[in-house]
């Protein structure tokens, strides 16, 4: 059982950046894949990108690929997103999830465990 908590949400302008982090507990973290996903008002939950197990492989959607970055750190049980030139579309709930296989995946129902999410707006 894995419980994910995500931080660092918040307002920005557009052109800005932000920083989310996601708290995982549970001693089997380092043999998950992790990702990242979004949903705004009237949208489907959408892939943004995901880490495979050891770090070693990443994967980004086109719209945030060269602006966000992921990371982990499996010491403190926890993944990261740089997200960078923020701009109005990037605005939505974004969520944190793991996956018990450890190659990461652009399918949110391929994900096991998720957080309860943390809102990033961006105004223009």
């Known amino acids: 059982q894995v419980q994910l908590v995500e931080s660092g949400g918040g307002l920005v302008q557009a052109g800005g950046s932000l920083r989310l982090s996601c708290a995982a507990s549970?001693?089997?973290?380092?043999?998950?894949?992790m990702g990242w996903f979004r949903q705004a008002p009237g949208k489907e939950r959408e892939f943004v990108c995901a880490?495979?197990?050891?770090?070693?492989?990443?994967s980004y959607s086109d719209s945030v690929k060269g602006r966000f970055t992921i990371s982990r750190d499996n010491v403190r049980n926890t993944v990261s997103l740089q997200m960078n030139s923020l701009k109005s579309e990037d605005t939505a709930v974004y969520y944190c999830?793991?996956?018990?296989?450890?190659?990461?995946?652009?399918?949110?129902?391929?994900?096991?465990?998720w957080g309860q999410g943390t809102q990033v707006t961006v105004s223009s």
């Open positions: 999830a793991a996956k018990r296989i450890p190659m990461s995946a652009m399918t949110p129902t391929l994900y096991d465990y």
């Open positions: 549970g001693r089997t973290f380092s043999t998950y894949a």
């Open positions: 880490i495979t197990w050891s770090g070693g492989s990443t």
